[in-house]
């Protein structure tokens, strides 16, 4: 039997070695934790959930929705397994983090063709192997990486969100309540916490002006081989964005439209939104509030948030640093190393953001792996299919203006028949396009 190596045990690399081993291959799965922390990572389950629990919106005429229906398609494992642990969240799909990193983990080590070792790998292997060891990969295996590629690693910071006891919410003050109704509970799938305008400028006031976490030197950014403070714009802290003017919150995550105020009637002027992060309702997140706030500072300042008086914090935000390779120059789109057919990159390495253009690029990835051991041709999806796209992406991209990518109509195909529709409109037709150009690629090639 074939053998294949994955380096992660994450969302991407528990994906490829499913699918690899789905296929036929002995798969030898590395995951260094728990034997080496990353420091974000708080077990040693695969597939855990560092920065939310929310893998986005399940609709159908969605970006997001658009990519799940095309890993049905494909037989994805983890989107199973998260459907098996989902929460209620309106239109989205939320999951149990520590259920759903459970499942995976169980499921993988049920696998009679997956070997699950635990200890760190420090050079990448002569053997065939799918380097999916993500964004924290540690710096003996970013120096091997590195030293293949003769290119430099692009860096940049990621921002997890505080978790809050659900008892500590004062729902004197906050209400439940789905953005245009839309929820899965009648009350409501989400604790809002409702702010006035006088409450709202003294908030990013404070947030303006509260002590950060100080980046030690070996975390700054680099970029063309220079040091640079950089933020991804995809997940930027709260203070990060209230430095760029008063009213960038009210726009942007504390954004109040499709609410109303039960007790007012009206339409807060801003709000804060708490998504369930546990089956049992015990925890929830602070939707969009990434920081790198001091933790004091998060006590002090986010306990201004009505309902959030006497809020306990069982997860303070922080930072980390996130590592991705530059993939224009060094991927094809079938995710093989440009100089390497049996060398394939998958996950947020790559530059794909978003916990399900991981578990994609990881599908295909092992998909690819298996399909070149057994001797037939890797796939290149189409470009009007999402994760077609998002590969073509990534590796196609002008390297100076490189940012990690999710899912989003904006990098598919124009549809030449769209005219002025409206956007549910158009995303209905990219929707059926890419699942329809998905299914025939496939029907030929399976």
């Not at 729902?171 to 409702?194: K, L, T, V, W």
């Not at 369930?276 to 969009?288: E, I, K, R, T």
């Not at 009505?306 to 224009?328: C, D, K, W």
């Not at 028949?417 to 158009?426: A, I, Q």
Request: with cysteine.
């Amino acid at each position: 039997m074939t053998e294949l190596i994955v380096i992660g045990g994450g969302l991407a690399g528990s994906e490829a070695a499913w699918q690899a081993a789905q296929r036929g291959l002995k798969v030898r799965l590395y995951e260094m934790r728990p034997t080496l922390s990353t420091g974000a990572h708080q077990t040693a389950d695969l597939a855990e959930l560092v920065c939310s629990n929310s893998l986005g919106s399940n609709l159908p005429d969605r970006a997001s929705g658009v990519l799940k229906n095309e890993l049905r398609r494909l037989g994805s494992l983890l989107l199973e397994c998260a459907e098996e642990a989902a929460l209620p969240a309106g239109g989205a799909l939320a999951v149990d983090r520590e259920e759903f990193a459970r499942r995976v983990t169980a499921r993988i080590q049920a696998h009679p063709n997956i070997d699950l070792v635990r200890e760190e790998v420090r050079e990448i292997p002569s053997a065939p192997v799918i380097v999916a060891s993500g964004p924290l990969t540690s710096e003996g295996l970013s120096k091997s990486i590195a030293a293949l590629s003769g290119e430099e690693h692009l860096f940049f910071f990621d921002a997890i969100a505080p978790v809050i006891a659900a008892d500590s919410i004062n729902m004197q003050a906050a209400f439940r309540a789905s953005r245009y109704g839309a929820g899965e509970q009648d009350e409501g799938d989400y604790i809002n916490c409702p702010l006035n305008k006088a409450e709202y400028l003294v908030f990013v006031e404070a947030l303006q002006t509260a002590e950060r976490i100080e980046l030690r030197s070996f975390e700054e950014a680099i970029r063309d081989g220079v040091k640079a403070g950089y933020f991804f714009e995809g997940c930027l802290p709260v203070e990060i964005i209230a430095s760029r003017g008063r009213d960038s919150l009210a726009f942007g995550p504390m954004r109040p439209v499709g609410l109303t105020d039960p007790r007012t009637g009206r339409r807060p002027w801003a709000v804060v939104q708490l998504r369930q992060d546990n089956l049992a309702g015990s925890l929830y997140n602070m939707v969009g509030f990434q920081t790198n706030l001091k933790f004091p500072e998060q006590r002090r300042v986010l306990r201004m948030i009505p309902g959030l008086e006497n809020a306990e914090f069982v997860r303070y935000g922080q930072m980390h640093r996130n590592t991705f390779i530059a993939s224009p120059r060094l991927l094809r789109p079938s995710l093989q190393h440009i100089q390497r057919d049996d060398l394939f990159f998958a996950g947020q390495i790559t530059g794909v953001e978003g916990y399900m253009g991981n578990i994609a690029t990881g599908a295909l990835a092992g998909i690819n792996a298996a399909r070149l051991l057994q001797g037939k041709a890797p796939l290149i999806l189409p470009e009007t299919s999402m994760l077609g796209a998002l590969c073509h992406y990534v590796t196609h991209a002008d390297l100076k203006d490189f940012q990690p990518m999710k899912a989003n109509f904006g990098i598919l195909p124009l549809l030449h028949e769209s005219g002025k529709m409206g956007k549910r409109e158009r995303g209905a037709l990219h929707a059926g396009r890419a699942l329809q150009d998905l299914e025939t690629y496939l029907t030929q090639y399976e």
